[in-house]
């Protein structure tokens, strides 16, 4: 029984999910830091790059509209419409690291299946 160790997927996930979460966090502040001392309309334009997948995902979740709301009635700080853009991307990107990795999965464990073991001896 000479089987090859199953390939650690779940941390190549979590490692991947980490690091990119961690360039997207890294990048925000970046640019935060930026925009308050030294704007430019290219900083702008950067930040709300940054923003748009996190604003989409809010929009289709129909948190946006309240959550602009309490933004513009001054019910909610920028530091937490920031955290919740934050959270809401590391979200995005763990979910999907985990769609990836579980059809990496499912692709390896057809190939195992199609693939005919040798007779044993």
Avoid: C, Q
């Avoid at 502040?29 to 604003?55: A, Y």
């Avoid at 985990?98 to 999965?105: D, E, I, K, P, S």
């Amino acid at each position: 029984m000479n089987e090859s160790p199953r390939f650690p997927l779940l941390r190549i996930m979590l490692g991947n999910a980490l690091l990119l979460s961690g360039i997207y966090l890294f990048l925000g502040l970046v640019v935060e830091v930026l925009r308050r001392w030294f704007p430019s309309e290219r900083v702008d334009t950067f930040s709300l790059t940054l923003d748009s997948l996190p604003g989409r995902v809010l929009i289709l979740l129909r948190v946006m509209p309240k959550l602009r709301e309490l933004y513009l009635y001054h019910s909610m700080s920028n530091t937490t419409l920031r955290l919740i853009f934050a959270v809401t991307t590391v979200a995005v990107i763990f979910a999907l690291a985990l769609l990836v990795g579980v059809a990496m999965y499912l692709v390896a464990w057809l190939a195992e299946r199609r693939t005919p073991t040798p007779p044993r001896a």
